[in-house]
């Protein structure tokens, strides 16, 4: 079945303890992106990667690192989470930018 | 990827009842997709439209795109309580490859 795998799908942290959220899509697409919703505010894209190796900043990276190093997997890293990270995380893949994209169940996350 | 313009942001109707949503934009597209989103769950596509095409048609979907006004809208006939969701057009932008923009989504409620 094709899909976007996104793990874990709820976390609560402290502030400052780093974590990794992960994302592997088994459609062999090029495109992949995380976004994170909050109330009022809608999707806003953090980063986004065209192929392997290949990663740029979205609307909102502060804070947020990535890295593209299979084709198959794009994990976000906070270094150290503050509670303004608080939000719901949705990783996203597609064979293009701008064809048909295909989301994660997405990961909420708490930073205490 | 700025927030593009829903209308509007939230429609009550019941069951049975037609349910209009439109998008609007300032600048060239290629393309737009249209997504729905249950409460707090991944979004899943459901049609894309290209600039040079103005009615597409998916089961009890149909969108329209008018390049001339810049806008787009979905109509979902003969709605179901199940069609309770956001739903969220999202553009391809023509000026960059790279570009896609999410609007503010339209919190569509049907009443049983």
């Known amino acids: 079945e094709a899909q976007v795998t996104q793990n874990p799908r709820y976390l609560i942290t402290v502030t400052g303890k780093k974590l990794t959220v992960t994302c592997s899509q088994n459609?062999?697409?090029?495109?992949m992106s995380w976004y994170r919703q909050d109330p009022g505010l809608g999707l806003r894209q953090i980063y986004y990667?065209?192929?392997?190796?290949?990663?740029d900043k979205g609307d909102v990276p502060e804070g947020y690192k990535v890295s593209r190093k299979e084709k198959r997997n794009f994990p976000l890293i906070l270094e150290s989470p503050s509670p303004n990270q608080t939000s719901l995380y949705f990783c996203?893949?597609?064979?293009?930018?701008?064809?048909?994209?295909?989301f994660g169940p997405g990961t909420r996350l708490l930073v205490l | 990827s700025q927030q593009g313009e829903e209308d509007p942001q939230a429609l009550s109707i019941q069951e049975g009842e037609n349910a209009t949503m439109n998008c609007s934009y300032k600048?060239?597209?290629?393309?737009l997709q249209w997504y729905r989103q249950n409460s707090g769950r991944g979004l899943v596509h459901l049609i894309l439209i290209r600039s040079n095409e103005r009615e597409k048609h998916s089961g009890r979907l149909r969108v329209t795109l008018d390049t001339s006004k810049k806008s787009s809208s979905l109509l979902i006939t003969a709605s179901r309580a199940a069609d309770t969701a956001s739903y969220f057009c999202v553009r391809g932008d023509g000026g960059s490859a790279r570009q896609l923009t999410f609007g503010s989504g339209t919190q569509l409620t049907v009443l049983p």
């Open positions: 459609m062999n697409h090029e495109y």
């Open positions: 600048t060239s597209i290629n393309n």
């Open positions: 996203a893949s597609s064979r293009r930018v701008q064809e048909t994209q295909y």
């Open positions: 990667s065209m192929n392997v190796e290949v990663t």
